[in-house]
């Protein structure tokens, strides 16, 4: 679980920093950037995914509602790893059609598809921020500190400006690290 709440916001970091990087040219993608990029935000996305498995397990003994609250977390939360993993993987395939305007071709194809925009560009991946600040949220204060949902709540800042991803990055490492260091060794499973 340590591994996992510092690898997930380290790459999803990683994700923002080469897009900026990517982007100083005033356009972002096709080539190595945008490429690995790409594989670190999917890398970031499952395994978002995977710690909410672990997250939720967390909340289970405490019961009632905050079982419930944590429950609509990971819903939530897999709903946004699996839209941003679909995402990741269509601009990676697109990103390999070759130059700048068939790359566009390929990603407004898939869009073009009805239920894609939305489920998988514009709400289903900010699902995956809110998921996680509801399952924080639930953990607290028995698990988390109070201040760990607030700084998890520093992902709302995602949809104002991609450049700001590596800022909500570093709050979702900041707002995890208590997780990974007071429940790790409790979530070992016996060998």
């Not at 356009?27 to 995977?50: D, I, M, N």
């Not at 991609?162 to 909500?168: E, G, H, Q, T």
């Amino acid at each position: 679980m340590r591994t996992l709440c510092v690898a997930a916001p380290a790459l999803l970091l990683a994700y923002g920093l080469i897009r900026l990087i990517d982007g100083l040219d005033g356009v972002h993608g096709p080539g190595w950037a945008w490429t690995a990029g790409h594989l670190a935000f999917l890398g970031s996305s499952v395994l978002f995914g995977v710690l909410f498995w672990h997250l939720v397990r967390l909340a289970v003994p405490y019961g009632g509602a905050r079982r419930a609250v944590a429950g609509l977390g990971v819903a939530l939360g897999w709903f946004g790893a699996l839209a941003t993993t679909v995402m990741a993987v269509v601009d990676l395939v697109a990103g390999f059609a070759g130059d700048r305007e068939r790359m566009g071709e390929v990603i407004d194809l898939v869009q073009s598809v009805p239920g894609v925009l939305p489920a998988v560009y514009q709400v289903g991946p900010s699902l995956l921020y809110v998921g996680m600040i509801v399952m924080v949220a639930a953990l607290a204060p028995r698990r988390v500190p109070y201040w760990s949902p607030v700084l998890m709540a520093g992902t709302a800042i995602i949809p104002l400006s991609l450049d700001l991803i590596p800022v909500a990055a570093v709050c979702v490492w900041l707002a995890l690290l208590p997780v990974a260091y007071r429940d790790a060794d409790r979530l070992r499973t016996p060998r």
